[in-house]
T-cell receptor, first 109, second 115 residues
Framework: DAKTTQPPSMDCAEGRAANLPCNHS???????VYWYRQIHSQGPQYIIHGLKNNETNEMASLIITEDRKSSTLILPHATLRDTAVYYC??????????FGQGTTLQVKP | DSGVTQTPKHLITATGQRVTLRCSPR?????VYWYQQSLDQGLQFLIQ???????AKGNILERFSAQQFPDLHSELNLSSLELGDSALYFC??????????????FGSGTRLTVV
């Protein structure tokens, strides 16, 4: 599985969009980009995943660059409850998830 | 409630002892994954089972073992426990077919404290 690089921490103002970057320059053609988040010590929560195209669901949007070497998770209107550690993971669709250190997002009032 | 049930939620035991953690996957999910999260190590993948068979192994110690039963629930057995085994243990499940996958669903974890 390809490795990912994320900033260790980010701040965001409540109500504003949170844009979380992820670099995955060694991603292979059959590897998907997955995003999870972990709030405090709860179980990680699935957010979104994609292969090539941009994806959107009720939680977030995922923007993948054309060369697939990086992606951005967008939380359109961050709330205090979005404060969490966000993990960007690349994997073969049927493979195991390997978590890195993630980005700690602090949403501030 | 994610649909993945882990028991017990908390466990305190002494060094040298053996414990069993249990996981019931979400209805319809065939794959079960076990992860360990300690303060200094992050989320570490331990092992995966698919429909009763071991599918992938991660950094699982020889003192640890797991199995998935015909009803698809899984158990993680930890023996000869050491202080360093104190951690959160998460179970996750997914449909995990060969043609697609989607995300995992995680349980709320078992917090193991070894004293």
């Amino acid at each position: 599985d390809a490795k990912t690089t994320q900033p260790p921490s980010m701040d965001c103002a409540e109500g504003r969009a949170a844009n979380l970057p992820c670099n995955h320059s060694t991603i292979s053609g059959n590897e998907y980009v997955y995003w999870y988040r972990q709030i405090h010590s709860q179980g990680p929560q699935y957010i979104i995943h994609g292969l090539k195209n941009n994806e959107t669901n009720e939680m977030a949007s995922l923007i993948i660059t054309e060369d697939r070497k990086s992606s951005t998770l967008i939380l359109p209107h961050a709330t205090l409850r979005d404060t969490a550690v966000y993990y960007c993971i690349v994997r073969v669709n049927t493979g195991k998830l390997i978590f890195g250190q993630g980005t700690t997002l602090q949403v501030k009032p | 409630d994610s649909g993945v049930t882990q028991t017990p939620k908390h466990l305190i035991t002494a060094t040298g002892q053996r414990v069993t953690l249990r996981c019931s996957p979400r209805s319809g999910d065939l794959s079960v994954y076990w992860y360990q999260q300690s303060l200094d190590q992050g989320l570490q993948f331990l092992i995966q089972y698919y429909n009763g068979e071991e599918r992938a192994k991660g950094n699982i110690l020889e003192r640890f073992s797991a199995q998935q039963f015909p009803d698809l629930h899984s158990e993680l057995n930890l023996s000869s426990l050491e202080l360093g085994d104190s951690a959160l243990y998460f179970c996750a499940s997914s449909v995990q077919s060969r043609t697609g996958g989607g995300g995992y669903t995680f349980g709320s974890g078992t917090r193991l404290t070894v004293v």
